[in-house]
């Protein structure tokens, strides 16, 4: 691993993971589920695959970690929005609390405040993800060379 390969994974986790935040904004609109990508789990994302491989070697950017733990929270926030949306479940249950009479129910301000944690979540990590970029920046490409790596 060399300094160009770690900026480059720190760069594909940015808009892989403002996608997350435009989809969720596209399940607040109330756009049909076909129109919006299913969740993906956090250990199949570029980012979780290359921190469980190669990243979490950079012992000396504890940095690194928090972004890997506020990556994983990333997706969780968005898997919640998504089912709180589309879980059938949920339409079952108004249903039954209602005494079986179909009642609709505005979901909106529920699914708004879940929005504004994915995002907040989102820039913490972006902002997160710019400075451990400037600290490879920072470093030597010999440290790397010479075992840096731990």
Same mark, same amino acid.
């Given at each position: 691993?060399?300094?160009?390969?770690?900026?480059?994974?720190?760069?594909?986790?940015?808009?892989?993971?403002?996608?997350?935040?435009?989809?969720g904004?596209?399940?607040?609109?109330?756009?049909?589920?076909?129109?919006?990508?299913?969740p993906?789990?956090?250990?199949?994302?570029?980012?979780?695959?290359?921190?469980?491989?190669?990243?979490? #070697?950079?012992?000396? &950017?504890? *940095?690194? $970690?928090t972004?890997?733990? +506020?990556?994983?929270? =990333?997706? @969780?926030?968005?898997?919640?929005?998504?089912?709180?949306t589309?879980?059938?479940r949920?339409?079952?249950?108004?249903?039954?609390?209602?005494?079986?009479?179909?009642?609709p129910?505005?979901?909106?301000?529920?699914?708004? #405040?879940?929005?504004? &944690?994915? *995002?907040? $979540?989102?820039?913490k990590? +972006?902002?997160?993800? =710019?400075? @451990?970029?400037?600290?490879?920046?920072?470093?030597?490409?010999?440290?790397?060379?010479?075992?840096w790596?731990?």
């Amino acid at each position: 691993m060399n300094k160009v390969e770690i900026i480059k994974h720190l760069h594909q986790a940015r808009p892989e993971h403002v996608f997350w935040v435009k989809e969720g904004r596209k399940l607040v609109q109330g756009l049909p589920e076909d129109q919006i990508h299913k969740p993906q789990q956090c250990d199949a994302c570029n980012f979780s695959r290359w921190y469980e491989s190669e990243g979490h #070697k950079l012992v000396n &950017i504890p *940095e690194l $970690k928090t972004a890997q733990d +506020l990556h994983q929270e =990333i997706h @969780i926030a968005y898997t919640s929005l998504y089912f709180t949306t589309f879980d059938r479940r949920t339409k079952a249950r108004a249903t039954i609390i209602s005494g079986g009479v179909e009642t609709p129910i505005d979901e909106t301000p529920f699914r708004r #405040k879940k929005q504004k &944690i994915l *995002e907040a $979540k989102t820039i913490k990590m +972006l902002k997160l993800l =710019i400075v @451990i970029e400037r600290k490879v920046e920072l470093l030597e490409e010999e440290v790397f060379e010479n075992g840096w790596l731990v």
